[in-house]
């Protein structure tokens, strides 16, 4: 079945430092790919999305492009600061009729930025 | 912005009792989740709904049972609680189309003595 895969936490970055998730898919079909961010104390809140190969999300400084050769979708951000400490969960739809309704989840990778 | 609401933030209750919790969303939301999530296991799926009174089992049901008899709420049933379910329940709404965002409320942190 479909399976998503996140790098195992947790992360520890110095304010500035450049930030990379890794996240690796499988899935049949054309999926739509998800960052999802949960902080400290919130429910989770989406933080970017790619619907198709090639495609890039972006957000509050974060990107991830939707790479279908390698079947990855990394998250990315060039600075991080102190307020980016969260949980980042990687998902992913299969959009097949009858199925867009559940995400698949990676299991999170918790990062914590320090001043 | 959507705005879901769960009732309580924390919960204690005894082993045995019968639990109600509480999910409203004010966005006219056709899909409902509850979801639990536990340290080193992410977030697993419980329930979901997709229309009044419309629901479907996820990966975890056994033990919960769901309710939804009005389009805004979604509520989670544990028949008989047990210490393993002390955990945090999430819940979440999103609209019907594919790639439409999923909603998330604060969560309940749930624990069974």
């Known amino acids: 079945g479909d399976s998503v895969t996140q790098m195992e936490g947790p992360v520890t970055l110095s304010e500035e430092a450049f930030l990379t998730i890794n996240c690796t898919y499988t899935?049949?079909?054309?999926?739509?790919l998800f960052w999802y961010v949960q902080y400290p104390g919130e429910g989770l809140q989406l933080l970017l999305k790619a619907t198709k190969a090639d495609d890039k999300g972006s957000n509050k400084g974060f990107e991830a492009t939707y790479r279908k050769e390698t079947t990855s979708f990394h998250l990315e951000k060039g600075s991080v600061q102190v307020s980016d400490s969260a949980v980042y969960f990687c998902a992913l739809s299969d959009g097949r009729a009858g199925n867009n309704r559940k995400l698949i989840w990676g299991l999170g990778t918790s990062l914590a930025v320090n001043p | 912005d959507v705005k879901v609401t769960q009732s309580s933030r924390y919960l204690v209750k005894r082993t045995g009792e019968k639990v109600f919790l509480e999910c409203v969303q004010d966005m006219d939301h056709e899909n409902m989740f509850w979801y639990r999530q536990d340290p080193g296991l992410g977030l697993r799926l419980i329930y979901f709904?997709?229309?009044?009174?419309?629901?479907e089992k996820g990966d975890i049901p056994e033990g919960y049972s769901v309710s939804r008899e009005k389009k805004e709420r979604f509520s989670l049933i544990l028949e008989s609680a047990s210490t393993n379910q002390t955990s945090m329940y999430l819940c979440?709404?999103?609209?019907?189309?594919?790639?439409?965002?999923?909603?998330f409320g604060n969560g309940t942190r749930l624990t069974v003595t």
């Open positions: 709904s997709y229309d009044v009174k419309m629901k």
């Open positions: 979440a709404s999103k609209m019907g189309t594919a790639n439409s965002p999923l909603h």
């Open positions: 899935a049949t079909g054309y999926p739509s």
